[in-house]
């Protein structure tokens, strides 16, 4: 169980690595874009933006697709994807290309990717879920920060397309890892498998000790049995009788295993999971998770240009770059130890991490100083993390079995139309009120909304299982 505990685990972070670097490379490939197709920024911003749309439209598609097939050949089926889909933008000689190949079919494959990963933990890990998800989710993090570097040098030395190719060929290790994965399906019917053997051997062991006396050897056994017929002769059918019984009786007591019989899938395909969009639990989890989506967006998005208002020198503006990454590296790990410790409980532990989100956002107006203002940067950038593993704990938690994988990859599909709000929002502040006060007041409207609206989510949860039982009497 060790062995497989640490290849799915580091199949789960490589994967999220190499995903991860590929969607960190956009800034550096939007700029390039614009002088190797010779176009404005609104067009050479369409491709780099649609994948993260795609990711979080297609939850409902990839909740269908769990329903039908096994979790590891659809993980599998997106790697291919992806590998075809960057390796084809060495070809592209308009910014349509990109947009078709990147901005949808990577996309695509994008979030089937990775939306899986979390119920394959989840489903493997017994105890400590939350650190496991904690720390494959950080090899985002790790893959954005090493990558861009080398991608930086491969475009200096084989422009545009040539980088396209290189990065098809790094992220083509995705294929090898995903072959560690094993299904929920396959791992539930293994252990079904060793469940019964135990109760075999159990029942073997069984029949071995009621036939030897304990005050016999096994040696003894035979000779008893001659000088009972000796002695006894007209009860032999009547003993042998009694053996029979017996062992029929003993035969009954252990698991009977059909040859024709077949393992239930673990999703039967139905149209009932579609029912999580009118749960009120769900409804208060997308919010939520959609919403710390837009403040880590946004919060990337405007850092660099937020610091330059602040009067920051420019030899530290990378520094407050640098500790985004470094901050969720420890906001994703650091969450897995401390809700797997059940200090709290997951709701409380997700509204205290709203409420600091709001104040991180409010202390970032009031506050000059470069290292108090890198402070506050970094416990922002650590809640949000925080929050982003706390989404899985908050699904697995609270959904019924039947729907969670549904609602596991459903969580934020509200962000894929939210997104588009970014840049006008960013613009009417920024660019016409002179300031970046209006987002931060907008974001820690969010946050403290955030963290109101999760305390009724047990609530709402035990109400639909009494509703539920109800029902059922």
């Given at each position: 169980?060790?062995?497989?505990?640490?290849?799915?685990?580091?199949?789960?972070?490589?994967?999220?690595?190499?995903?991860?670097?590929?969607?960190?490379?956009?800034?550096?490939?939007?700029?390039?874009?614009?002088?190797?197709?010779?176009?404005?920024?609104?067009?050479?911003?369409?491709?780099?933006?649609?994948?993260?749309?795609?990711?979080?439209?297609?939850?409902?598609?990839?909740?269908?697709?769990?329903?039908?097939?096994?979790?590891?050949?659809?993980?599998?089926?997106?790697?291919?994807?992806?590998?075809?889909?960057?390796?084809?933008?060495?070809?592209?000689?308009?910014?349509?290309?990109?947009?078709?190949?990147?901005?949808?079919?990577?996309?695509?494959?994008?979030?089937?990717?990775?939306?899986?990963?979390?119920?394959?933990?989840?489903?493997?890990?017994?105890?400590?879920?939350?650190?496991?998800?904690?720390?494959?989710?950080?090899?985002?993090?790790?893959?954005?920060?090493?990558?861009?570097?080398?991608?930086?040098?491969?475009?200096?030395?084989?422009?545009?397309?040539?980088?396209?190719?290189?990065?098809?060929?790094?992220?083509?290790?995705?294929?090898?890892?995903?072959?560690?994965?094993?299904?929920?399906?396959?791992?539930?019917?293994?252990?079904?498998?060793?469940?019964?053997?135990?109760?075999?051997?159990?029942?073997?062991?069984?029949?071995?000790?009621?036939?030897?006396?304990?005050?016999?050897?096994?040696?003894?056994?035979?000779?008893?049995?001659?000088?009972?017929?000796?002695?006894?002769?007209?009860?032999?059918?009547?003993?042998?009788?009694?053996?029979?019984?017996?062992?029929?009786?003993?035969?009954?007591?252990?698991?009977?295993?059909?040859?024709?019989?077949?393992?239930?899938p673990l999703s039967a395909f139905t149209l009932q999971n579609f029912k999580i969009f009118i749960d009120p639990a769900?409804?208060?989890?997308?919010?939520?998770?959609?919403?710390?989506?837009?403040?880590?967006?946004?919060?990337?998005?405007?850092?660099?240009?937020?610091?330059?208002?602040?009067?920051?020198?420019?030899?530290?503006?990378?520094?407050?770059?640098?500790?985004?990454?470094?901050?969720?590296?420890?906001g994703r790990i650091g969450s897995g130890f401390v809700i797997d410790k059940q200090i709290l409980p997951s709701p409380?532990?997700?509204?205290?991490?709203?409420?600091?989100?709001?104040?991180?956002?409010?202390?970032?107006?009031?506050?000059?100083?470069?290292?108090?203002?890198?402070?506050?940067?970094?416990?922002?950038?650590?809640?949000?993390?925080?929050?982003?593993?706390?989404?899985?704990?908050?699904?697995?938690?609270?959904?019924?079995?039947?729907?969670?994988?549904?609602?596991?990859?459903?969580?934020?599909?509200?962000?894929?139309?939210?997104?588009?709000?970014?840049?006008?929002?960013?613009?009417?502040?920024?660019?016409?009120?002179?300031?970046?006060?209006?987002?931060?007041?907008?974001?820690?409207?969010?946050?403290?909304?955030?963290?109101?609206?999760?305390?009724?989510?047990?609530?709402?949860?035990?109400?639909?299982?009494?509703?539920?039982?109800?029902?059922?009497?």
């Open positions: 169980e060790t062995i497989a505990s640490i290849e799915i685990i580091t199949a789960c972070f490589m994967i999220n690595f190499l995903y991860g670097a590929s969607a960190r490379m956009v800034a550096l490939f939007f700029v390039e874009s614009i002088h190797r197709f010779e176009i404005n920024r609104k067009q050479a911003s369409l491709p780099y933006v649609l994948p993260f749309v795609m990711k979080h439209l297609c939850g409902p598609l990839q909740g269908y697709l769990q329903q039908l097939f096994q979790t590891k050949s659809l993980i599998v089926f997106a790697n291919v994807g992806t590998v075809i889909s960057i390796c084809a933008c060495f070809f592209a000689e308009d910014i349509l290309t990109v947009t078709i190949l990147w901005g949808f079919m990577f996309g695509i494959c994008f979030g089937l990717g990775i939306q899986y990963l979390p119920l394959l933990l989840n489903a493997h890990f017994t105890t400590n879920q939350s650190k496991a998800n904690g720390f494959a989710y950080s090899g985002a993090c790790f893959g954005g920060v090493v990558m861009p570097p080398i991608m930086e040098a491969c475009i200096e030395y084989y422009g545009l397309n040539g980088s396209f190719l290189i990065l098809s060929a790094i992220v083509a290790n995705v294929i090898p890892f995903s072959m560690l994965l094993k299904s929920p399906k396959e791992s539930s019917l293994n252990k079904v498998h060793n469940q019964k053997a135990n109760m075999k051997v159990s029942c073997i062991e069984m029949k071995d000790t009621e036939k030897t006396p304990s005050f016999l050897s096994p040696g003894d056994n035979n000779k008893s049995q001659n000088l009972h017929n000796k002695l006894f002769p007209s009860n032999d059918t009547e003993a042998s009788n009694f053996d029979v019984n017996k062992e029929t009786e003993n035969k009954s007591n252990c698991p009977v295993e059909t040859k024709n019989q077949k393992a239930k769900f409804i208060i989890i997308l919010l939520m998770s959609t919403g710390t989506i837009y403040i880590t967006t946004v919060t990337f998005t405007i850092i660099l240009d937020f610091v330059r208002d602040k009067n920051v020198g420019a030899n530290l503006e990378v520094y407050y770059v640098m500790i985004l990454a470094l901050a969720d590296i420890c409380t532990i997700t509204s205290i991490c709203c409420v600091c989100t709001g104040l991180s956002s409010l202390g970032l107006l009031f506050i000059n100083n470069y290292l108090l203002l890198m402070f506050i940067d970094f416990l922002l950038t650590v809640f949000t993390g925080s929050l982003l593993v706390l989404q899985i704990a908050l699904v697995h938690e609270f959904m019924q079995p039947e729907k969670r994988n549904m609602a596991m990859v459903c969580k934020s599909m509200l962000f894929a139309p939210l997104c588009f709000t970014i840049s006008p929002m960013i613009g009417y502040f920024r660019g016409e009120h002179g300031s970046y006060d209006g987002v931060m007041y907008t974001l820690t409207g969010i946050s403290f909304f955030s963290g109101f609206i999760i305390y009724f989510v047990p609530h709402l949860a035990k109400r639909r299982k009494t509703t539920t039982s109800d029902n059922v009497t």
